[in-house]
């Protein structure tokens, strides 16, 4: 008896997201995969920093760190708030702890 996928495939394509939506989605995972982003994402998982103290921890230029920072508030995955002089960095919102978490997780299992 021949195999017979055609409602699956007909459920899948009802089901899947626009080229444009998956687009975004793999830019979103090109951006966990820098080393240096994901330390900073770490770090800013356990509390907001300003720029000088995550290039004290991850011992980098605050340039360099800078330049990671706009990468990651591009993507949405960090944000800021002013006191003062100083910026402190943060991650976006619970989504962002849970992707880090889940993937903390899954690498360790």
Known sequence: MPHNHALLLERIRKDIPSDELLQDLGDLFKVFGDTTRIKIMYALYEDEMCVCAISEL???TQSAISHQLKTLKDANLVSSRREGKTIYYHL???HVKLIIGQGY?????
């Open 58 to 60: 991850l011992q980098m």
């Open 92 to 94: 976006s919102d619970e």
């Open 105 to 109: 997780e899954h690498i360790t299992e």
